[in-house]
Nanobody, 114 residues
Framework: QVQLVESGGGLVQPGGSLRLSCTAG?????????MGWYRQAPGKQRELVAR???????SYADSVKGRFTISRDNAKKTVYLQMNSLKPEDTAVYLC???????WGQGTQVTVSS
């Protein structure tokens, strides 16, 4: 059974940091997939936040460049999203996916508010 499980979300003040994790279940050969983090805010379309290739190349949405860092640990079947200097507009449900599949986790809520 394909499974992606996100964790690490929460409530943080503006300027704060969070580290999200997404771990793949045993049904996924993790290291053959590029991985991506998306986010979806209420009333808005889902948007790509960051992507990491199998070769560890990374790309980011302009809105998070310089603040967010995506990384992966293939041995742990986990992709991370380090989020620094958080802003209220970063508030959303964050979801991970294996590129080119329809596999999605359940999402983790990130709320940035004072």
């Amino acid at each position: 059974q394909v499974q992606l499980v996100e964790s690490g979300g929460g409530l943080v003040q503006p300027g704060g940091s969070l580290r999200l994790s997404c771990t793949a279940g045993s049904g996924i050969i993790f290291n053959i997939y590029d991985m991506g983090w998306y986010r979806q805010a209420p009333g808005k379309q889902r948007e790509l936040v960051a992507r990491i290739t199998t070769g560890h190349s990374t790309s980011y949405a302009d809105s998070v460049k310089g603040r967010f860092t995506i990384s992966r640990d293939n041995a742990k079947k986990t992709v991370y999203l380090q989020m620094n200097s958080l802003k209220p507009e970063d508030t959303a449900v964050y979801l991970c996916t294996a590129w080119g599949t329809n596999w999605w986790g359940q999402g983790t809520q990130v709320t940035v508010s004072s």
